[in-house]
Structures are given as C-alpha cells and as structure tokens.
C-alpha cells in the first residue's frame, strides 16, 4: 500500500497475506471508506460543516461487530457505537457533555438505525441469493450546517457495496432502487413525521455542539505549500509537469493550470485524488503531459481558504533532452579531443627536444676529433 507524505513522496507498506474470508472483511471495510471519502468531498464545500452518521450491518462470522457506527463532523471522528457495546463512546480526548436525556437519545436513535439495518438486510438477503458469507448492509446519513443554515439532510443505502436507495429528508422524497424497498404513503408520513420531530433537529443540535468544542480543530485554516514538478521521459522527450499542493486544511481546494494565461480544458488534465498527510492536512496534485517540442508558459492556480489572494506558480519548459543530451556530447567531444591534442602536443614536444639536444652534442665531438688530428700532425 503506498502511503503519502507531505511533500509528494509516498511510501511502500508490504502486504501481508490473509484468508479469504479476512480478505473479504478487508474488502468491505475498503468499500465503506471510500463511500465515506466520497460523499464528504461531493456533498460539502468551503462554507459548511457536517455531521455524518456511517453505520454498517454485518450478517456472517467476522472479527467486526454485528453493529457499527461512526460520527463525523467533517473530517474528525467524534464519537463511535456498535453492538458489543450499545453505547455512544467518545473518540475525543474531551468528552461532550451532553445532558441525560440527549445521551440517551443517540442512543436510541443508534439503535433504531442498527434494527433498520437489520430489516432492510433481510429484506435484500432472498434477491441476491445470499444464505451464508460475510455480507454487509450499509448507511451514510446526516446535515449540514451552510452559514449557520440547515441543509438537506441526506441518507443513502446500500447493500454489498452496491447502493440500495436513498432519502432527502428535506424533500421527503424516497427514492428505492429495488422494489423490495417500495413504501407505502402511510409510512412515507409516518416517516417524515420522525424525521421533522427527531432526525433533523436532534443532528443539527449535535453538529452546532460538536463545532463549539471542535473549533480549534474543524475550523482551522492551514496555507497549501505549492511546488511545480517537472518528470521527462527520456525515450519520448515529453514532459509531464505536476502541480502539488499539500498541507492545506480544511481539505477543499481549486487548483488549475494555465497555459499562456487561458485555463487548459479538464480533458487534458490527470487530477489525483483528494489524500489525507499524516498530520490531518491533505494534499493533491494535477498534471499536464507536454510534448518535447512545446514552448508554452505555464501557470499553476490555487485558491484555498486559508489564502487571501489566489497564489500562482509558474514554470516554462527548458530545453528539451535532445538539446541538453547534444549540449553534453559536444562538450565531451571537445574535451577529448582538447586532450588528446595537448597530450600529442607534449610527446612531439619532447621529441623534437631531444633530437635538438643531441645534434649539437654530435658536432661538438666532431670538432673534438678534428682539433686532435690536427694536434696529431
């Protein structure tokens, strides 16, 4: 599994090898998070804040509880239930101090959502033919808070991963995408009733709470760092430049890129996914592939909350591999033959010194020879 860090590196954790009906465990929970990570990015922007019920009905043997469920208010988990112990439990280092009445009440209403879980189980269990296995129900429910106004307050099902119906219970409108799921007009009002009366002011109550404790933490504003990285593959000459912003919080942010001062299409554009940092913050990045011959500017956009102005980081291509591999070779080139061409320089150098020292050296014993013979005669 590749971890991310902060500053665009990752790295590698081993995996290690498990049964199939562990596999099959690990593969539900997977499928739970990333429904968990959509729909907190999609249905939350800028200005809000959420609270977010994510419960899960488990039907087989399994390591995991009957009944679980987590509270979210945007990003952090605040509280935790399940069926091992049928209490609201604090994921805190404070606890909320909530009246008698109000703890018992998310009690109950945990409760209420585990027996619907069950319900609406058994109800799918003869469609899909399911009688034995590890098999999971699931619920994302809860409000939000825009500008201190209530949003729609949202439930979603599925079954096996696989979305099952969902609920606006602002609209109170039912939408079941299996027809085991139909209700009645009686219960549709029955419903509403409950969701006027309890649901909706009971969340808006809690999330209004948990942000006055949670202030420091959900209301925290952390400056994206924003660096341009520039990959060439060598084969190709292309260019793929990346945008990162990491460390930013809270987690919504618009980042682009532009090209001579035009805003480039989203088709051309890889955008990674949202990542969580190992501090709380997250990071993402965008990137272009450019082709070796291309000689745009290019500009990298970020907006955040955090940032008064937008911050812009620009990068214009240099010259590509072939140039630079020819620049180099060149420069070898005529290194060695600079080289070479003293070295050979130095040896004739020598050599001619050489001769020119000997020469002389010759004449002077001919001269010697000839004093002698005249001395002689």
Known sequence: MM?????????????????????????IMFCLCTVILFTLTKYANTESHSLWVLATFVSGETQFPKFSAVLMVDDVQVEYFDSNNPRVVSRRHWKMEDVVEEAGLKDTVMSMIRDHLSVYFKQLQPRFNHTGGVHTYQRITGCELNDDVPSPLMLWDAYDGIETRSYNRVAYTHNPLLPELMWTKVKMESSKMVNINLYQPLCIRTLKNFLKQEKNTVKRKVR????VIQKT?????????????????????????????????????????LLPNGDGTYQQRTTLSIGAEERHNYTCTVTHTSLGNKLDISWEPGPGPDMTFIAVAVALTMTVVLVISMAAFTTWRRCAGQKGYLQPTNQSNEQNDTSSSSSGS
């Open 233 to 273: 593959h060598r084969a190709s000459g292309d260019v793929q430049v990346s945008c990162l912003a990491t460390g930013f919080y809270p987690r919504h942010i618009n980042m682009t890129l532009l090209r001579d001062g035009q805003a480039i299409p989203e088709e051309e554009l890889i955008v990674g996914d």
């Open 224 to 227: 994206p760092r924003v660096r």
């Open 3 to 27: 971890i991310p860090h902060g500053d665009g590196s990752a790295e590698r954790n081993r995996k290690i090898s498990s049964s199939p009906v562990a596999r099959h465990e690990n593969e």
